[in-house]
């Protein structure tokens, strides 16, 4: 890495080195509006908002700060920070459909992202078809000649099956179609799928970047030109704005990312590489294993792994998935993950009838291992797997 886009100099210099009162933190610019000395200057801004401060709605300079920083992370010309991870999925896709066209997507991407396109895009004429993703000949044979956009999660975060991002996004530039991957496990640390040829990367950053479960957040990484597009069209239109304070929150989160990653993804292997020889854990899903089953392309893709991951307990019956999620003390039962403390989410607790769970997920398990002591989280996890008859 050269100077410029070393993790240190854009974390802790890029654009910070001559801050107002030689303050070393950024300033929180909590303004709705910015004032111009002339007229002559006032027009430039209100004729050109992508490229401008004119109206907290379309850029804030503590909001563009992280947003520079977010690029330079995955290497992008240009990011744009919204309100949430499902803003930047949604603006993503909106932005290159319109009615009568089609986009593929992989068929366990996040919830919203399914309900995106299954039910919302549908009412205005935009049609889906689902893949499983792991074979990128199934993913370009899903392609019609309506087909716009190319919408994968890799690794998805219950099943954590991984897509060859290199090898679609080849195919996909070949017939002229966009590539989007939400990348919010493996974070820019661990992987940048715009140097494998993908065309927009996707953040929550409610989840790492943040990394205290203290803020929603949304990213989206491409080129100028596709960002700029995405800012004009659907940002300020739905206006899912990034407020200065979440901006801030999040740019004091990146300070720290690259640790805190290291952290998750030692601590995430110790647990995983644990419960992989537990009698009571039938499988374990961590795209980092050695034993995973697409283990060749995980080491393609990525540089190290996140703390999530799902195990599938050897149970068929609900009560020992109640017992096992009910007795573990350091894991808090919770939706999402990012943060620095360790969650459990059983798949079973999304259905209010326990007789609708699919057979194969009843006994799925996804816990995000935080930054505690991993030796404390195995303790854990023994004790509670004790409760499994
Ligand atoms: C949480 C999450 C989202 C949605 O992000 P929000 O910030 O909650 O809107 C999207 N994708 C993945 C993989 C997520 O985990």
């Known amino acids: 890495m050269d100077s410029e886009t070393s993790l240190s100099y854009i974390l802790h210099h890029m654009d910070e080195d001559n801050l107002p009162g030689n303050a070393v933190s950024p300033p ?166 715009i140097s494998m040829g993908i065309d927009l990367v996707i953040h929550s950053g409610s989840k790492y970047f943040g990394g205290a479960s203290d803020i929603i957040a949304g990213v989206i990484a491409g080129s100028k030109e596709d960002i700029d597009l995405i800012q004009e069209q659907e940002f300020l239109q739905l206006g899912t704005v990034a407020d200065p304070f979440m901006a801030w929150l999040l740019l004091r989160g990146l300070r720290t990312l690259h640790i805190r990653m290291k952290a998750h993804y030692e601590g995430a292997l110790a647990a995983a590489r644990y419960l992989e020889s537990h009698p009571k854990v039938e499988s374990v899903l961590y795209p980092m294993l050695d034993s995973y089953g697409q283990a060749a392309l995980s080491q393609k893709l990525f540089r190290g792994g996140s703390g999530l991951f799902s195990i599938q307990l050897k149970t068929k019956d609900i009560r020992d998935v109640i017992k096992f999620t009910d007795r573990l003390r350091l894991f808090k039962r919770a939706v999402s993950w990012g943060g620095y403390e360790s969650l459990v989410f059983p798949n079973a607790v999304k259905y209010q009838n326990p007789a609708e769970i699919p057979p194969d997920r009843l006994g799925l398990v996804r816990l995000h291992i935080g930054l505690e002591k991993p030796e404390e989280l195995m303790d854990d996890l023994s004790r509670a797997l004790g409760t499994i008859s």
């Open 28 to 193: 929180i610019f909590q303004t709705s509006i910015f004032c111009f000395p002339t007229f002559a200057e006032f027009r430039d801004a209100i004729n050109d908002e992508v490229n401008h401060s004119l109206y907290t709605r379309g850029n804030n300079p503590t909001v563009m700060l992280a947003e520079k920083k977010l690029a330079a992370l995955e290497g992008a010309e240009r990011a744009k920070l919204v309100s949430s991870g499902v803003a930047a999925i949604s603006h993503s896709v909106m932005a290159f459909v319109k009615s009568g066209d089609h986009v593929v997507c992989v068929e366990d991407c996040y919830s919203w992202t399914r309900t995106l396109l299954s039910t919302y895009l549908a009412r205005f004429g935009v049609s889906v078809t689902y893949v499983e993703g792991t074979d990128p000949g199934e993913v370009i044979a899903a392609v019609r000649p309506e087909t716009k956009v190319i919408y994968l999660e890799s690794p998805t975060t219950l099943t954590f099956k991984l897509q060859d991002l290199p090898a679609i996004a080849a195919e996909a530039r070949k017939r002229g179609i966009k590539t989007m991957v939400d990348n919010t496990w493996a974070t820019p640390i661990f992987c940048n799928p």
